[in-house]
């Protein structure tokens, strides 16, 4: 079954930390891939997308990510998080030929100033 | 302003007693979607429609209703709420229909069915 796999459902960071959010995926096929965030109270919004290309793609506020097929994961990494990072982080996951996007769990990010 | 529209915000129900929640959009987007949150089980989809009468089922559809009357409307119809349906909604579209995946979303609606 296609599913997406969020290693962690919460991360405490302080600020300056370096993160990396983890995110796997299950699908059989050619995938675009997502990340969302939601603020605290706030609606989601993307904050970065792979279809293809460059591997490492680079997203708002700092934020980048990078796709390894071979490991059919899609990780979400910062170098320098910032206390206005705290938010839920959604990775999603869709077939090219397909039209559903397959959300992962979420992950809670709280970064402590 | 670019937005998607839901109303109420707020809502506080008791079970069996209709209610419908509204979404709209201004970006002449062809695909809407409405989608459920609870906490550890990230975004659920509920119903989708690529457009104009022409909705399908996502993962959770029971107890849902919807309807796609006019492109720039999607509303979500609780026919007979029931507690499990306790959760924050969301509207979501989508530009170049559903095929890129880029979703815009609303501020949501926290429903609470006692």
């Known amino acids: 079954a296609q599913s997406v796999s969020q290693h962690n459902h919460h991360v405490i960071l302080s600020e300056a930390a370096s993160l990396e959010l983890g995110c796997n995926y299950s699908?059989?096929?050619?995938?675009?891939l997502f990340w969302y965030v939601q603020y605290p109270g706030q609606h989601l919004q993307l904050l970065l997308k792979?279809?293809?290309?460059d591997p490492l793609v680079k997203g708002i506020k700092g934020f980048e990510a990078e796709f390894i097929k071979s490991k059919f994961s899609f990780n979400l990494r910062k170098p320098s998080v910032q206390w206005s990072d705290t938010a839920e982080y959604f990775c999603?996951?869709?077939?090219?030929?397909?039209?559903?996007?397959?959300w992962g769990a979420g992950t809670k990010l709280i970064i402590k100033p | 302003e670019a937005q998607v529209t839901q109303n109420p915000r707020y809502l506080i129900t008791v079970t069996g007693k209709k209610l419908t929640v509204t979404c709209s959009q201004n970006m002449n987007h062809e695909y809407m979607s409405w989608y459920r949150q609870d906490p550890g089980l990230g975004l659920r989809q509920i119903y989708y429609?690529?457009?104009?009468?022409?909705?399908d089922k996502g993962d959770v559809p029971e107890g849902y209703k919807v309807s796609r009357k006019e492109k720039r409307n999607f509303p979500l119809i609780l026919e007979s709420p029931s507690p499990n349906q306790t959760s924050l909604y969301f509207c979501a579209s989508s530009p170049s229909g559903a095929n890129t995946g880029e979703l815009f979303f609303g501020e949501g609606s926290r429903l609470t069915v006692l």
């Open positions: 792979y279809f293809s290309g």
């Open positions: 429609s690529m457009n104009v009468e022409v909705t």
């Open positions: 699908y059989g096929g050619t995938v675009n």
């Open positions: 999603a996951v869709k077939g090219v030929s397909n039209y559903q996007l397959i």
